[in-house]
């Protein structure tokens, strides 16, 4: 009798653990009817609401739950999304890091993530905003604070980040192919491994930030602020730096043979190292000026 109790007060919390999971993904209608109504809904449950397309550009959707919400081409500029929960994941391992609801030892062992191809985001406020593998292809970011944002393993191909504040943000293994980020403040992000094919970087902010094995292959670094920046092991193949600022970066072990630069560009402070590959040529009153980092 007792292993009979045992079995089904196991299979009570397996099915209440369940659903608490499912209603991740059940928005609340009369939530979703006040935003569509007033644009206000801080604080509201819209788990998987069907929001493509729609206008809700200066919405305030603050600690606003839309994970597994469909935002496809929705205008949300200049929205404040600041604390929003855009993707919830249950699991074992998780326990608690980002949403988790666990009860006992059950989990749903699911991820919920609201999909944005497209959403124009410009303007936005997005402070410390979770956007972990998200797909954000061609998204309009511009303008957005992304200050602290997580958006490691991020699909941004093609993304709109003109003049978008990412200070401190989580790039790593992102995919920035051909993204803008044009006079974007990058300053202390972390880039390590993403993968950066063409993309304009003209007049962007990158001091301090790491681009340790980055691949900035063909990427546009036109007067831009890479003061500080680590770019060890980086593929820097036809990359642009004329007239970039250069002052203390960390060009080691990477090959320079062909990337651009010019007379403006200032390579004054930089640190290479035996390994490094300077362009045929490359003027040596220059490298008087940089500081060969040796192994200890």
């Given at each position: 009798m007792k292993i009979k109790l045992t079995i089904l007060a196991i299979f009570v919390i397996f099915l209440s653990a369940c659903q608490d999971c499912n209603a991740k993904k059940t928005y609340n209608s009369g939530h979703l009817k006040r935003l569509l109504k007033t644009k206000k809904c801080p604080k509201c449950d819209l788990s998987g609401a069907d929001l493509s397309n729609v206008d809700l550009a200066g919405a305030d959707l603050r600690e606003a739950e839309l994970s597994a919400a469909k935002l496809d081409g929705a205008n949300l500029s200049n929205a404040d999304l600041t604390g929003a929960e855009l993707r919830w994941r249950d699991d074992v391992g998780?326990?608690?890091?980002?949403?988790?609801?666990?009860?006992?030892?059950?989990?749903?062992?699911?991820?919920?993530?609201?999909?944005?191809?497209?959403?124009?985001?410009?303007?936005?406020?997005?402070?410390?905003?979770?956007?972990?593998?998200?797909?954000?292809?061609?998204?309009?970011?511009?303008?957005?604070?992304?200050?602290?944002?997580?958006?490691?393993?991020?699909?941004?191909?093609?993304?709109?980040l003109e003049?978008?504040?990412?200070?401190?943000?989580?790039?790593?293994?992102?995919?920035?192919?051909?993204?803008?980020?044009?006079?974007?403040?990058?300053?202390?992000?972390?880039?390590?491994?993403?993968?950066?094919?063409?993309?304009?970087?003209?007049?962007?902010?990158?001091?301090?930030?790491?681009?340790?094995?980055?691949?900035?292959?063909?990427?546009n670094f036109l007067q831009a602020n890479l003061k500080e920046v680590n770019l060890n092991r980086a593929n820097l193949s036809n990359a642009n730096f004329d007239s970039a600022f250069l002052d203390k970066a960390k060009l080691t072990n990477i090959n320079l043979e062909n990337v651009t630069y010019n007379k403006e560009t200032q390579w004054k402070g930089a640190y290479y190292s035996e390994q490094t590959i300077f362009p045929s040529g490359f003027d040596e009153n220059i490298k008087k000026q940089m500081r060969l980092l040796k192994k200890n």
């Open positions: 998780d326990k608690g890091k980002m949403g988790i609801a666990e009860i006992g030892d059950f989990s749903c062992n699911v991820t919920y993530e609201a999909t944005l191809i497209g959403v124009n985001l410009q303007g936005a406020k997005l402070t410390g905003v979770d956007f972990t593998g998200l797909d954000l292809n061609g998204a309009n970011l511009a303008r957005a604070n992304l200050e602290r944002a997580n958006l490691g393993g991020a699909d941004l191909r093609k993304a709109n003049q978008a504040n990412l200070r401190r943000a989580d790039l790593e293994n992102a995919r920035l192919y051909d993204a803008n980020l044009r006079k974007a403040n990058l300053s202390n992000a972390n880039l390590r491994v993403s993968f950066l094919y063409d993309a304009d970087l003209r007049e962007a902010n990158l001091e301090q930030a790491n681009l340790e094995r980055a691949n900035p292959r063909g990427a």
